[in-house]
Structures are given as C-alpha cells and as structure tokens.
C-alpha cells in the first residue's frame, strides 16, 4: 500500500504555483516577437481581435463562479472582476478599453465585435475555458484563473516597450494595460488565498497545479494558432 503523501506547507504550494510561469504565454515564441518589435501590423491587428473574444468571456467565466459560490464574502469580492470587464454607466470596463486598443492599431469596433478576425482554434480554446468554469467547483474555477500571478509584468513590458517599437499605434490604446497593472494584482491576492485555503491535502494540492496548467495550456494554445495564422502564413483551410 502507498503512503499518503505529505501536504507542501503554504509558502511551498504557493512556491509551486509561482513556479508555472515559464509555461505563462509570456515565453511563447510569438510574445517574443512581439515584445520585440518583429510583429506587422497585421499580426497586432490579429493578436488584438482574437484576444477580443477572450476579453468578453472573461466575465461570463466569472459570473459562473459565482453562480456556483454559495460564500456570500466570496461573491462580495469577486464581483469586481465584473465590473472591471464589464464597467459601470459612470465608467467603462476593461472591455470598452479594449475596444480603444483595436481602434488605436486600426481595427473598427464592427470588424472586432463581430469576431470576425478570431481564429477557430482560438475560439475552440476559449469556449473549453468557459465550459470548465461552469461545469467546475468555484474553487478549482478561481485557481485556475491564477494565471494572473504572471500577469503585471507582461502588462508593463506593454507599457515599456510599444510606444517606441510601434511608433504606430494610437496612445489612447495603452488604458487597458495600465488598468490592469493594480487590478490583476488585487485580484491575485484573492484568488491565490483562495486556493492555498483550499487544496489542503498533497492530492488536492498537485490537483490545483494541473488547473492552473490547463489555464496556462489554454492561453499558450491560442498563440500557436495565431503563430500559423500571422506568422507561418497558414491559417485555416489555408490549402483548400
């Protein structure tokens, strides 16, 4: 018979989630280049209408959480990931800021809200998120969103670098990512606590790693497609 493995204290689960960034999209090949000025427009343009659709269903993922939260404190916190996305008639979201991205790299609100530009695969990816959101405990759904662990520090190399490596793009596109840089770490905070509360036992805890990779399998993923699409020229039924 198998003994019972031993549970990693906190600071060592929180140590192994920390540990999943170098599969963070920030290391894939096509964030690379970007970040380095050796995307063309048309690959930004592409990057910026796909991550649209990922933009809108980032709330939708979390009104499921909630719906399937019976913590009131819980939901108390957790709805302001909504209102970020979503905004409030005083003040726009992280969606409406997104829009203003797709505008400053030269796409029209239609072409981007018609999801026209998204890619199957990019869609496929997406959808599965969301479906495991609903389908999962609010619990094993907030670990997975940990991916924003990693989140400040793409955001500001954003910040740092493309004003200078893409002259082109309007100012006014840069809201998003400056919101972001205070609300992914708020919201960081809480979901990371969350997890380390809950996935207690060595079994519970090696589970939360495979949630928050199949997170990180999702994001990574929507770049290989958009790498066939922009870079290597092929996208869907490309041959056909």
Same mark, same amino acid.
């Given at each position: 018979?198998?003994?019972?493995?031993?549970?990693?204290?906190?600071?060592?689960?929180?140590?192994?989630?920390?540990?999943?960034?170098?599969?963070?999209?920030?290391?894939?090949?096509?964030?690379?280049?970007?970040?380095?000025?050796?995307?063309?427009?048309?690959?930004?343009?592409?990057?910026?209408?796909?991550?649209?659709?990922?933009?809108?269903?980032?709330?939708?993922?979390?009104?499921?959480?909630?719906?399937?939260?019976? *913590?009131?404190?819980?939901?108390?916190?957790?709805?302001?990931?909504?209102? *970020?996305?979503?905004?409030?008639?005083?003040?726009?979201?992280?969606?409406?800021?997104?829009?203003?991205?797709?505008?400053?790299?030269?796409?029209?609100?239609?072409?981007?809200?018609?999801?026209?530009?998204?890619?199957?695969?990019?869609?496929?990816?997406?959808?599965?998120?969301?479906?495991?959101?609903?389908?999962?405990?609010?619990?094993?759904?907030?670990?997975?969103?940990?991916?924003?662990?990693?989140?400040?520090?793409?955001?500001?190399?954003?910040?740092?670098?493309?004003?200078?490596?893409?002259?082109?793009? *309007?100012?006014?596109?840069?809201?998003?990512?400056?919101?972001?840089?205070?609300?992914?770490?708020?919201?960081?905070?809480?979901?990371?606590?969350?997890?380390?509360?809950?996935?207690?036992?060595?079994?519970?805890?090696?589970?939360?790693?495979?949630?928050?990779?199949?997170?990180? *399998?999702?994001?990574?993923?929507?770049?290989?497609?958009?790498?066939?699409?922009?870079?290597?020229?092929?996208?869907?039924?490309?041959?056909?």
């Amino acid at each position: 018979m198998s003994k019972t493995k031993t549970p990693w204290t906190r600071e060592e689960f929180e140590a192994k989630l920390r540990g999943k960034e170098k599969y963070y999209h920030i290391n894939h090949e096509f964030h690379h280049l970007m970040n380095e000025g050796g995307l063309d427009k048309e690959s930004v343009q592409g990057w910026v209408a796909n991550r649209f659709y990922y933009q809108t269903t980032i709330p939708i993922k979390d009104s499921a959480i909630m719906a399937n939260c019976p *913590d009131r404190d819980v939901r108390r916190q957790w709805v302001q990931r909504i209102i *970020d996305h979503d905004g409030l008639e005083s003040e726009e979201g992280g969606i409406e800021a997104w829009l203003q991205l797709s505008e400053a790299v030269g796409l029209s609100r239609q072409e981007t809200t018609s999801f026209e530009h998204v890619l199957p695969g990019v869609r496929f990816a997406i959808d599965a998120y969301l479906n495991f959101a609903r389908r999962a405990t609010w619990q094993e759904a907030a670990c997975s969103s940990l991916t924003e662990l990693f989140a400040p520090k793409i955001h500001q190399k954003r910040l740092d670098n493309w004003p200078e490596i893409y002259p082109w793009i *309007d100012q006014k596109g840069y809201i998003y990512f400056r919101k972001r840089l205070t609300e992914a770490r708020r919201d960081v905070e809480h979901g990371l606590q969350i997890t380390l509360d809950y996935f207690k036992t060595r079994e519970d805890q090696e589970r939360a790693l495979n949630l928050l990779q199949f997170k990180l *399998d999702i994001l990574w993923t929507m770049l290989d497609c958009m790498w066939m699409a922009y870079i290597e020229k092929k996208r869907p039924f490309h041959n056909c």
